[in-house]
C-alpha cells in the first residue's frame, strides 16, 4: 500500500504504554529538523521480535511486561505490510518485527482495488 510505503525510514522516536501501546515515528525533514510521518496505536496483543531474534507475546495494558517495546526507541522502519489475511508486519534497521494479527472489526485493511 502506496501510504503505508511513506513510513519506511521513520524513525521510532517515542514508545509510551498503558491500555494501550504507542510508536511515534518521525522521518528527517528538509530542514535539518525531525518531523513526525504517523504514530501507531495498538490496542490489542502483538508479538515483537527483538533484536536478538527472541519472540515476546504483548499485551497492551499489562504494564511492566511491555518493557521490549522500549527497545524499538530509535530503530528505523525498513518494511510495512498488510498480508491478504489483513495482518500487519512492520520490520526495523535493527532486526526488530512487529506484528499484529488480523482483526475482523479493527485493524488496517487494505483498499479495494479500483
Known sequence: ???????????????????????????????????????????????????????????????SALAPVLDLFGQAVTRVDVGADGSFVVDFDAGSLLWVGADAEFGVRRAPSA
Do not use: I, N
Not at 509510551?16 to 522521518?27: C, F, K, M, N, Q
Open 1 to 63: 500500500m502506496k501510504d503505508l510505503e511513506a513510513l519506511v525510514g521513520g524513525r521510532v522516536e517515542d514508545t509510551s504504554y498503558d491500555d494501550r501501546v504507542r510508536l511515534r515515528l518521525g522521518a528527517a525533514s528538509g530542514d535539518g529538523g525531525s518531523g513526525v510521518v504517523a504514530e501507531l496505536v495498538l490496542e490489542t496483543e502483538f508479538r515483537l521480535r527483538d533484536v536478538d531474534g527472541e519472540y515476546h507475546e504483548m499485551c497492551p495494558g499489562t504494564g
